[in-house]
C-alpha cells in the first residue's frame, strides 16, 4: 500500500484526521495530522472512522474501491501536487474524480465527498511517508542436472596367441548415454464517507 492507513482515522465531531496512538478508559488518544500535531482525547461517544476501511462506490452496485487503492492512483497519476483543492469548482472535482475512478457512481458520491477525498490526500501525503509497493521476485528457474561424463572405453592389453587360443569377442562399449531430465511443471465512500462493510462477498471456504 502506498500509504499506511490502518492507525488514520476521521472522528466525528473532530474536524481533519487523527493518527490513533493509544486507548484509555475514556476513549482513545489521538494526534492531529495538522501541522501543530497537537494530541486530545477522542471519547468513546465519538464515532472513529478508519481510512483503510472505508470505500468509494463504483456504478457497479456490488463493487467498491478500497480508499488505499485510490490513494494509490492518485499518487501514480499527481504525485502529491494535485490540480485541485477542496474549494476548486465543482467541475473540476467532478472531472478529477472521473480521472481517479471512471466509474465512480455519481449519485451515490457526493461533491462533498470528493471535496473531503482531496482534503484527506493532501493530509496524508504531507505527513506520511509514500511506501513503494514491494515487486514479488520470481523464482529462479531450476537447472538442468549435468549430463554424465562418457565413459572411455578401456584399452584392451595385447596378448600373445597361441594355437589353443580362440579368437575372443570384441567387448561391448558402454554407450553413457545420457536421458534428458523431464521438463519441470511448469463502505464506501459515501461520506460522507461510510464505512466498508467489514464482510465482503468472496468464495466459500472448502471443508
Known amino acids: 500500500m502506498p500509504y499506511d492507513l490502518k492507525e488514520i482515522a476521521a472522528?466525528?465531531?473532530?474536524?481533519?484526521?487523527?493518527?490513533?496512538?493509544?486507548p484509555t478508559?475514556?476513549?482513545?488518544?489521538v494526534e492531529s495530522l495538522a501541522e501543530t500535531g497537537k494530541r486530545s482525547v477522542a471519547s468513546a461517544r465519538n464515532k472513529?472512522?478508519?481510512?483503510?476501511?472505508?470505500?468509494?462506490?463504483?456504478?457497479?452496485?456490488?463493487?467498491?474501491?478500497?480508499?488505499?487503492?485510490?490513494?494509490e492512483r492518485i499518487y501514480?497519476?499527481?504525485?502529491?501536487?494535485?490540480?485541485?483543492?477542496?474549494?476548486?469548482?465543482?467541475?473540476?472535482?467532478?472531472?478529477?474524480?472521473?480521472?481517479?475512478i471512471p466509474d465512480y457512481d455519481r449519485e451515490r458520491v457526493y461533491l462533498s465527498d470528493i471535496k473531503k477525498l482531496v482534503s484527506w490526500y493532501?493530509?496524508?501525503s504531507a505527513k506520511l511517508e509514500y511506501q513503494a509497493p514491494v515487486a514479488e521476485e520470481a523464482p529462479a528457474p531450476a537447472e538442468a542436472p549435468a549430463p554424465a561424463p562418457e565413459d572411455k572405453p578401456k584399452a584392451k592389453k595385447k596378448t600373445a596367441k597361441t594355437a589353443d587360443d580362440s579368437p575372443t569377442e570384441e567387448e561391448a562399449l558402454s554407450t553413457a548415454g545420457i536421458i534428458p531430465a523431464e521438463p519441470e511443471?511448469?463502505?464506501?465512500?459515501?461520506?460522507?464517507?461510510?464505512?466498508?462493510?467489514?464482510?465482503?462477498?468472496?468464495?466459500?471456504?472448502?471443508a
Not at 497519476?77 to 472531472?95: E, Q
Request: proline letters at 5%; charged letters at 25%.
Open 11 to 22: 472522528i466525528s465531531g473532530m474536524p481533519g484526521l487523527f493518527r490513533l496512538i493509544s
Open 185 to 206: 511443471s511448469t463502505e464506501p465512500i459515501n461520506p460522507e464517507i461510510t464505512e466498508e462493510k467489514s464482510a465482503k462477498k468472496g468464495d466459500k471456504k472448502q
Open 122 to 124: 493532501k493530509a496524508v
Open 48 to 71: 472513529v472512522s478508519l481510512l483503510q476501511e472505508i470505500s468509494i462506490y463504483t456504478q457497479d452496485y456490488d463493487q467498491t474501491v478500497p480508499l488505499t487503492e485510490v490513494f
Open 76 to 100: 501514480q497519476k499527481f504525485g502529491t501536487d494535485l490540480p485541485v483543492t477542496n474549494k476548486s469548482d465543482d467541475r473540476d472535482l467532478a472531472a478529477f474524480m472521473g480521472t481517479i
Open 25 to 29: 478508559r475514556a476513549g482513545v488518544i
